[in-house]
């Protein structure tokens, strides 16, 4: 039971990540109907981002206190991804919007091989481990629970809180919306569309930044390539959430990362990824749309 | 309004007891009426009335919640609609249909939308593609009559000279025309036109009475329209069948539906208990006037 | 007239007013993107801590790079191009010319005679090379890319997990090869068969959905194949791979086993060179490629290809006629993936080794991106775009003089991947709908025209 239990706390630290970077895919799939596939790629530049704050402010003062540190690093790197962000979507984006519908998801693909590229041009191919930052661990009735996984539930779950109400309770909540809805129609009704998506992208791209922190903070260490897997992974969350929905791409998230641990601790983790690309097949052949997801009325 | 020979009136589609529930939605509610064999049958309704369901239905688009379709071809063979999925309708029962939006193959030529049309016929003669790949000689005849077949229907539909076209770039009353052509190609006994009149200006709303004529008399092809245009319903069709709510109100030959009082309510909506007032009225209009 | 003068040179300074304002910003914006990436690097000190390595002159470099070029794009280069597209506006359409009409019989000429000519111009050793890296490497995506345009291109499912039945069709050989010692010659029809069986097993269930939920199970697939082979150790050796692979013979009359009796050199007296095999293996793939393309030709002129561009067009129109969406579909992807299988059979003997890393996500998302480059449908710029992506990645392996640039430590390969993203993403800006982005139609009345792309579409399943 308690093996039980711990394997759910640490399915929730891991799916609250892969919610993190989904909530991302399912933004910009919601308002331009397109699949970012460099959004992988950004969680992991955030990440990197992360790292060299991290450095440079182990380098300029020594030591900082770890909450101000992380503080810091998040801030870093969800400016530099928004940047980041902001400019792919300005540069490789815009100018296919309405166009053809593959051909947006090809330079996305195109800019997540050149994003990964780039970071191991610029920062070296290996292994950038770093020391723990947060190495305390709490017993609570048998169960062993680090403050990493506390700082990664709360932020996630803070995080989420204000995105939510960004997203239902504010203008700029209600722009993308209605952008969501119809864009020419939004257009008409004095929205600045254009703003508004950029101001999506960079969401995204401060969430996946945030869970790029996380994961550095969790696993200690990041690598060029570590942009794929967490990114499919968060990709496959939203679709099994059902793509467009927040809170779906929150619970896909939950579930993958529940999955994962589960399967790890009761089978075998060599099969992991098997278990977790086999049931959003299986859940998608029952529900088409996802858990969450509207369901797609085929009007004749 | 030639009815052809009313008193042996042979049912080519019989609609009983037909229900279709959309979650809380009523959008049919007990239906039942007949399709003549060789007629011009009209299903007419105000909007939100529940004819385009009623032709999803027939054409296996939709599965109703209740009810039962049956369609008897010529030579006497049954099939129960409701139960075949869409396909199938075409394939088997020989129904065909068009759409209210029109659904055409728009980077196909209109050439290639009508031999699209003709699929079950080659794919038979191709051997299900192998022997046509081997390039038999039973599969060039046949491709070859199947171009024989669609230039055929290109001239009755008046876009020969349009056929090497894309269908997407025809203007908007060829692209219903081109349609109408493409659902013949698949060789129906039945044949389902949803809104076929509409958008088009009154010059092409005749080439579009000409045509369904012209298909059932060189055809004998039975026909059901969904139709908003009442020149068009009237001038064209030998019996109509009037919705309101998912409910048949009026059924009979055009002169009958046009003096039903309920028709009458339904169009110009008033309460029931003016009904009575409207028909003194009408009694005092001359007959073939609008409606 | 003075006033004229006046307005453009008002204009013209305006517009490097403009040019420079965006050159600044763009300047901002690039020191903003690389601060962090380029002007600090991370590195592993002595002992093995992570530091970080001030480079703040590439820094400069490329805030430099993203400012002039920003200041050249506004001031000159749009200028020009939007002249010149209003002149080619007005300029009416010409005649193609005869290259361009007669484009494959000439390209099928040139890869015929492309071995000899290289075996002339560089000598069988030096031959190697450009047979096998570019002409045997690029033919390999060609057919992997046409494969996948049945899919992709005319029946217009997306399908991001194609690089499984290439995967299915490599280990089809490699396992039934070395377990059974079965030959090439009856194992690459069977790797064809067993990809598009594999095909019709992962289709069935899945191809009702649509879009964005297929190509995401499509994914999901590839990485399940992958995975499988990597951890089904007992049969595949896992991330080993299996190596010693049986190679190809001449239809069983020469081998080129350098053992055998009826060694090629041997039998024609000839010096001992691996070059004859590699020679061997490029007709192999052209003619690999060749029947592809007849294949895909012939299919498009059939019914059941008719009825797959036709799904791509309108799905629902397409019941409406009686045809049957499901095994329409599954023909599709059963027909794609058995080239895939063909292709894999032939990777498989040409390496000699296969392993999971061939068969990586990557290599599915370059083959889709081959294709939709190409222009989707379209098999001559499918074949240009795979030449034009492959080739010239590959090129930048020969970039050997860029050492003498920018020093010995410079390694050009290490930038290849970084240019290949790029020019996916500049290329597709450029051409959004390929480079051949109009449609041959498959029957005509009169005379045969084809269909500009802005009327067909991409599919939705």
Known sequence: MEYFVQQLVNGLTLGSIYGLIAIGYTMVYGIIGMVNFAHGDIFMLGGFAALIVYLLLLSLFGGVPIALALFIMIIVAMLMTGLWNWVIEKMAYRPLRGSFRLAPLITAIGMSIALSNFIQVTQGPRNKPIPSMVSSVYDVFGISISLKQIIIVVVTAVLLTIFWYIVNHTPLGRAQRATEQDRKMAALLGIDVDKTISITFIMGAALAAVAGTMYLMYYGVIVFTDGFTPGVKAFTAAVLGGIGSLPGAVLGGLMIGLIESLWSAYFTIDYKDVATFSILAIVLIFKPSGILGRPEVEKV | ?291 | MANISNTTESASSNLMARALREAFYAGLVALGLFVLFVGLKTDQNILNELILVQRWGLLAIFVAIAAVGRFLSVAFIRPYLEERKAAKAAAPAQEAGFVARNFSMIAVIVLLLYPPVMVYFFGFQGSLKWVDNFGIQILIYVMLAWGLNIVVGLAGLLDLGYVAFYAVGAYSYALLSSYFGLSFWLLLPMAGIFAALWGIVLGFPVLRLKGDYLAIVTLAFGEIIRLVLINWTAVTKGTFGISGIAKASVFGIWSFDVSAANNFAKSFGLPMSSAYYKIFLFYLILALCLITALVTIRLRRMPIGRAWEALREDEIACRSLGINTVTTKLTAFATGAMFGGFAGSFFAVRQGFVSPESFVFLESAIILAIVVLGGMGSLIGIAVAATVMIGGTEMLREMEFLKHIFGPDFTPELYRMLIFGLAMIVVMVWKPRGFVGSREPTAFLRERKSVSGSFTKEGHG
């Open chain 2, 1 to 291: 309004m030639a009815g052809t020979n009313t008193m042996t009136k042979d049912p080519i589609l019989k609609v009983e007891h037909l229900s279709m529930r959309f979650g809380g939605l009523m959008a049919i509610n007990d239906l039942s009426f007949e399709a003549y064999r060789g007629d011009i049958t009209a299903l007419i309704g105000p909007n939100g009335a529940g004819k385009t369901t009623v032709f999803n239905c027939i054409t296996g688009f939709y599965k109703p919640t209740m009810g039962m379709i049956t369609m008897r071809q010529k030579a006497g063979k049954e099939f129960l609609l409701e139960r075949m999925s869409d396909f199938e309708v075409n394939r088997d029962a020989k129904v065909a249909r068009t759409f209210q939006n029109i659904r055409l193959f728009s980077g196909l030529t209109v050439l290639e939308n009508l031999l699209v049309a003709q699929h079950n016929k080659l794919m038979l003669a191709s051997g299900y593609t192998i022997l046509g790949l081997l390039g038999f000689p039973a599969y060039k005849k046949a491709a070859a009559q199947s171009i024989e077949q669609a230039k055929y229907w290109l001239e009755k539909a008046n876009l020969i000279d349009r056929a090497d076209d894309p269908a997407g770039d025809l203007p908007y009353g060829a692209q219903r025309r081109l349609e109408i052509a493409r659902a013949m190609c698949t060789g129906p006994e039945f044949l389902c036109l949803d809104e076929p009149a509409a958008g088009l200006n009154p010059r092409e709303s005749l080439a579009l009475n000409e045509l369904l004529r012209s298909i059932r008399k060189d055809t004998g092809t039975s026909i059901l329209l969904i139709e908003h245009d009442m020149s068009v319903v009237m001038e064209i069709s030998d019996h109509v069948v009037v919705l309101e709510y998912g409910q048949k109100i009026s059924d009979g030959n055009p002169d009958h539906v046009k003096n039903d009082p309920k028709v009458i309510a339904a169009y110009l909506g008033v309460e029931d208990d003016e009904v009575e007032e409207v028909i003194e009225e009408i009694e005092h209009v001359t007959p073939g006037g609008p409606l």
